[in-house]
Every structure is written in C-alpha cells, then in structure tokens.
C-alpha cells in the first residue's frame, strides 16, 4: 500500500502536468494575444501588415496601425488577434466607443480571447459602464486557471474606477 507522502507527490506531479498543458503559450505583449496555442507557435505564416501593424502598436502609433489592421481583417475576417489589436488601436486613438463591436467581434470568434476581454472591459470603464467591465472581469476570472495578467490588469483598473468614485479611467494614454 502506497503511504500518503507517497501519493500526495505523484498527484503534485499529475497536477503540475496538468497546469503545464492547460496554461497558453506566449500571447502577445499587451494581452494582443488570444486563448494562446500550445507551444505558442502561429498555425500559418503571419501577414506581414499585420507583423507591422503590431509594431506600430508597440511605437505607440496607433493611427498608422488602423489601417494595417482593417486590411487584415478584409483579408482574414476569422482573426480574434486582429480584431482585438484594431479595436486597441481604434479605443487608444480616443474611441472607446467605436471600440466596442470590434472587441465584440474578436470575442465572437475567440470567446475565451483573454486580450479581448481585458480591453473591452476598459472600455466599458472609460465609457462609465462599470457593470460591463464587471462582466468581463467575471468572465476572466473563470478562463485564467491561475490568475492571468489580463485579470489582474483589469481588475486593477475596475478598482481604482470604483475607489474613485468614477474619476479614474483607463486613457487613450495609458498602457
């Protein structure tokens, strides 16, 4: 008969397994990345508007990458990561609104897009939807087995909003 020591270390090493097959690859810097794919290697080769596009992200040149961006999505209408990136450079341009269906549409496609749902949840705060981002809040909580940036990132930014009564919202300028 096994003693416990004995069991409890095979069911750390079962669990540790388990975590390192269910936990994504690499996502992209900023949440731009998805559900993520194992081994975090892209299933075809990246298009190279797109490849700039997140560059021009990354610059801070959010203008230049929109339209990099809605020529990939014309391109490829089943890109959550493109639909995502779009809908962070239209929202860091200053229009969380317009912001909103392409956030919408990335999560359409990818429901468990944890860069989407970080983002659409910021900016519902910036457009005083507090139940909104809540929502999505909830809904990162249940895909990050263990708690992910996207989650802590958001809710951060839903505390800060609440303890200030409102006043403290995700900017155009910030990250």
């Excluded at 549409?105 to 468990?112: F, N, S, T």
Aim: one cysteine or more.
């Amino acid at each position: 008969m096994p003693t416990p020591h004995r069991c409890f270390a095979v069911l750390g090493v079962l669990l540790l397994t388990l975590l390192t097959l269910a936990l994504p690859g690499p996502l992209g810097a900023d949440g731009g990345g998805g559900s993520g794919a194992l081994g975090g290697a892209p299933a075809k080769p990246e298009d190279p508007q797109y490849t700039a596009a997140v560059k021009a992200i990354k610059a801070n040149e959010y203008a230049k990458a929109i339209p990099l961006l809605q020529g990939v999505v014309s391109r490829d209408d089943k890109n959550a990561d493109a639909y995502n990136w779009l809908a962070y450079a239209t929202r860091k341009t200053g229009d969380p609104a317009a912001s909103l269906p392409l956030y919408q549409k990335a999560l359409a496609i990818d429901p468990k897009h944890k860069g989407a749902h970080e983002y659409i949840g910021e900016a519902y705060l910036m457009l005083d939807n507090l139940p909104k981002a809540k929502e999505h809040l909830g809904t990162l909580n249940s895909l990050c087995l263990i708690s992910c940036g996207e989650y802590r990132d958001l809710k951060r930014a839903v505390e800060a909003y609440e303890k200030s009564g409102g006043k403290s919202k995700p900017t155009a300028a910030s990250k």
